[in-house]
Every structure is written in C-alpha cells, then in structure tokens.
Nanobody, 121 residues
Framework: VHLTESGGGSAEAGGSLNLSCEVS????????LGWVRQATGMENEVVAS???????KYAESVKGRFTISRDPNKDTLYLQMNNLKPDDTAMYYC????????????????WGQGTQVTVSS
C-alpha cells in the first residue's frame, strides 16, 4: 500500500490549501480513506473520511470549511481546506482502512508520510 501526500505548505488565516494523496495497492474491495492530522501536543484527529461509496464524515472542527473527495479514475484523495485557522496547523496524513471508517485516527491501518500545514494569524 502506498499513500503519498502533497499540497501542504503555509497559508494565512482565512486562506485555502488543497491537499492530495495518491493511493495505490489497497487490499480492500470496500475501503475507507481519511485525512488525519497531528498537531504538536495534541491527540491525532480524524479530520475527514470518505468510503468506497463516497459517504463522507467530518470532524466538527472543520465542518463547513473542509471538503474531502476522491477521484477513482486517478486513485487520488483530496482535501480542500478553506477559511483556514491557526488551529489547523498540523501534520496532515492520508490514511486507509477497510469499512466502516475508523472513528479514531490510530485505528487506521495504513498511513502516508504526511504533509505539513502551517496557518499564520
């Protein structure tokens, strides 16, 4: 399984970033893809997830601001992040597992290497 993130970087509060994750080798016919973030001194948080039926879930902290999507033709997962806040600063990981989508970040079986997002006030 290979999960490769890109698109992180720096943004000012109120700005936008779009993360991508190339996915390959999943051993599941029904799967879940998620974005998990790890901020310094904080527990890992599942930001958003989408399953093989395109059903999505979001953390309360990002609802209305972040949008998760996947392009099955490109085997790519996306996270569009709008109206960014300094609290969104974290390392963002693409993660994968079978369905149902895990509720806890640490339950995901497969993780990418992560991409850093830094939001300044």
């Amino acid at each position: 399984v290979h999960l490769t993130e890109s698109g992180g970087g720096s943004a000012e509060a109120g700005g936008s970033l779009n993360l991508s994750c190339e996915v390959s080798g999943l051993p599941y016919s029904s799967f879940c893809l998620g974005w998990v973030r790890q901020a310094t001194g904080m527990e890992n948080e599942v930001v958003a997830s989408v399953d093989s039926n395109h059903a999505t879930k979001y953390a309360e902290s990002v609802k209305g601001r972040f949008t998760i999507s996947r392009d099955p033709n490109k085997d790519t997962l996306y996270l569009q992040m709008n109206n960014l806040k300094p609290d969104d600063t974290a390392m963002y990981y693409c993660a994968a597992d079978s369905v149902p989508c895990p509720l806890l970040a640490d339950e995901y079986n497969y993780w990418g290497q992560g991409t850093q997002v830094t939001v300044s006030s």
